[in-house]
């Protein structure tokens, strides 16, 4: 995944982002900060081809994704597992239902990923909600089903934005744990956020936006 001299603006306004320039290796783990309102959810966005570039080469998996043909960028996506802020669940589906869907839409059986999709929702707290409907629950908790549904396909590359913003340190750490084991499994991981303890919780680099740039720090 590389961005080369890319630069967004969002209509006619002023770039919120510029000459970003960075390379995410498969498999690495990164966090993404910078304060609110600095570009962290647009770059996200930019990275999930939800939006193009306004200049600059986007390149995914090796393609240049800019220039990618419409199935061919669906093909990326089913590659990228995403967190947005905005949760985007299915109401009308039960927890177990929602997780399950990418799985599903990729052709698995029930009996085949039944217990994958169990294991996984017990890990992230909702054993005793996973017949539940997303209406019904918690911020926090439709947080870690988006979470759950992002991780469980097990994707090359793992967009995650302010994902502990709604839950206790506590589960906070669990989430980061969850993040790292699916890294030590060959995820290419991206954390925003704006809160610097999380930061703290794992040691990664830290790419900064600031000003519509990026910058490079060390974790501390
Ligand atoms: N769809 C949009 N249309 C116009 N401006 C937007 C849009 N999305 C975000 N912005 C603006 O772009 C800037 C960066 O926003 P965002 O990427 O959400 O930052 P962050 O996630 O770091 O808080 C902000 O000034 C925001 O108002
Ligand atoms: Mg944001």
Redesign the pocket.
């Known amino acids: 995944m590389r961005l080369e001299n890319v630069g967004l603006r969002?209509?006619r306004?002023p770039e919120?982002?510029r000459d970003i320039d960075v390379a995410l290796a498969p498999g690495s783990f990164h966090f993404l900060t910078?304060?609110?309102?600095?570009?962290?959810?647009?770059?996200?966005?930019l990275l999930y081809l939800a939006?193009p570039p306004s200049r600059g080469l986007l390149t995914l998996f090796g393609q240049d994704a800019t220039l990618a043909a419409r199935d061919d960028k669906v093909e990326m996506r089913r590659r990228i597992g995403v967190v947005f802020?905005e949760f985007r669940l299915l109401n009308h589906l039960t927890v177990f239902d929602n997780v399950a869907l990418p799985l599903r839409v990729a052709g698995r059986a029930h009996d085949d990923y039944a217990e994958d999709v169990s294991d996984l929702l017990r890990w992230v707290g909702l054993g005793e909600h996973m017949h539940a409907f997303p209406p019904t629950l918690s911020g926090g908790e439709q947080q870690r089903v988006a979470i759950a549904r992002a991780v469980v396909v097990r994707p090359d590359l793992l967009l995650a934005?302010?994902p502990t913003g709604n839950v206790d340190p506590e589960m906070g750490a669990r989430l980061m744990r969850l993040f790292m084991e699916m890294n030590r499994r060959g995820t290419a991981v991206v954390v925003?956020t704006?809160d610097p303890e999380l930061v703290r919780t794992v040691e990664a680099p830290s790419l900064r936006?600031h000003d519509g740039r990026l910058e490079r720090t060390r974790t501390t």
């Open positions: 969002y209509g306004g919120i982002l910078g304060a609110s309102g600095a570009g962290k959810t647009s770059l996200l966005k939006h802020q934005d302010e925003a704006h936006l």
